[in-house]
């Protein structure tokens, strides 16, 4: 099994370029999730799914949107990018109900120039 | 947002050496989980504890859950090079949102031959 996958892995962009990070999962999650991670902040939330046609705010959604494209897809999209959103990205799904277990996708590593 | 702390945030040792890794919140939650995440990859879960003083083993490693579901410990026995890696500590309540799942800062552990 696939599992999450996340596209592209890695991304060089220019300060108020464009561009969509895609995930898609195949373990037929209802919720999914848009993490950033930075030194010493730990993960931070986005924007979250928590289920087919449904997407809420996270911690920091400031300067993202998201599409929740169907229940296997979740993208994430920086409309204008700055060098504050030089980051790593991480998709990740989870069933709605019990325990949460989340499992991530590889991560997607961008720097804004 | 419910805060769940790590402690330490980093630490390196000698191989053959154990070591405990803390998490600790003043939240109550129904379930608490345990990540590992290696350079360059997304996190992989580990274990869910559920219980209150519940206790998982997997190989040289420990985990409790506290017995009123706030805290939890990670010792591992032995440590050997391959343990090196960023342990993350999750926790969830049934019911919530994505808010319901909470991450701590993480621990940075270095295991030196």
């Known amino acids: 099994n696939a599992g999450v996958t996340q596209t592209p892995k890695f991304q060089v962009l220019k300060t108020g370029q464009s561009m969509t990070l895609q995930c898609a999962q195949d373990?037929?999650?209802?919720?999914m999730y848009w993490y950033r991670q930075d030194p010493g902040m730990g993960l931070r939330l986005i924007y979250y799914?928590?289920?087919?046609?449904?997407?809420d705010k996270g911690e920091v959604p400031n300067g993202y949107n998201v599409s929740r494209l169907n229940k296997r897809e979740f993208s994430l999209r920086l409309e204008s990018a700055a060098p504050s959103q030089t980051s790593v990205y991480f998709c990740?799904?989870?069933?709605?109900?019990?325990?949460?277990?989340?499992?991530f996708g590889q991560g997607t590593r961008l720097t804004v120039v | 947002t419910q805060l769940l702390e790590q402690s330490p945030q980093f630490l390196s040792i000698q191989e053959g050496e154990n070591l405990t890794v803390y998490c600790n919140s003043s939240?109550?939650?129904?379930?608490l989980q345990w990540y590992r995440q290696e350079p360059g990859e997304g996190p992989v879960l580990l274990v869910t504890?559920?219980?209150?003083?519940e206790v998982k083993k997997l190989k040289r490693l420990t985990f409790q859950f506290g017995d009123a579901r706030k805290d939890s410990s990670l010792h591992i026995t032995a440590a050997q090079p391959g343990d090196t890696g960023l342990y993350l500590c999750?926790?969830?309540?049934?019911?919530?949102?994505?808010?319901?799942?909470?991450f701590g800062k993480g621990t940075h552990l270095i295991i030196q031959p």
């Open positions: 990740a799904s989870t069933y709605s109900v019990g325990p949460r277990e989340a499992f």
């Open positions: 373990m037929n999650h209802n919720s």
């Open positions: 799914s928590a289920s087919e046609g449904t997407t």
């Open positions: 939240s109550v939650f129904s379930s």
């Open positions: 504890v559920v219980t209150g003083g």
């Open positions: 999750a926790g969830s309540y049934s019911g919530g949102g994505a808010d319901g799942l909470t």
